[in-house]
Nanobody, 124 residues
Framework: QVQLVESGGGLVQAGGSLRLSCAAAGSIFRINAMGWYRQAPGKQRELVAAITSGRLNYTDSVKGRFTISRDNAKNTVYLQMSGLKPEDTAVYYC???????????????????WGQGTLVTVSS
């Protein structure tokens, strides 16, 4: 129904920058929210940033350093990360909530989809 393709992770030194991308494809009728979560080793997955109905939301630890943006025409969400710190090291997951069309049964379905994750490693 919906597939997410993430890219942009990698290894960077502290203070550096990376940009993550997540493209959604499939029978998308409407996207309600797009966001990024992360999970560090031994920790729970946490919300990093999200766009919901045009509103931006950031976790406190990334405010002023990370910027989330969305290209509606491409169904793509980006996370520009600057001033990276070793504690930002984690697997970053894209998350999309929306509505897909099911043509077989002529209906619309609410979905929540996760990307495969991309590793961001920040060295000190």
């Amino acid at each position: 129904q919906v597939q997410l393709v993430e890219s942009g992770g990698g290894l960077v030194q502290a203070g550096g920058s990376l940009r993550l991308s997540c493209a959604a494809a499939g029978s998308i009728f409407r996207i309600n929210a797009m966001g990024w979560y992360r999970q560090a080793p031994g920790k729970q997955r946490e919300l990093v940033a999200a766009i919901t109905s045009g509103r931006l939301n950031y976790t406190d630890s990334v405010k002023g350093r990370f910027t989330i943006s969305r290209d509606n025409a491409k169904n793509t969400v980006y996370l520009q990360m600057s001033g990276l710190k070793p504690e930002d090291t984690a697997v970053y997951y894209c998350n999309v909530e929306g509505v897909v069309s099911d043509r077989l049964y002529d209906r619309y379905l609410d979905v929540e989809v996760w990307g495969q994750g991309t590793l961001v490693t920040v060295s000190s």
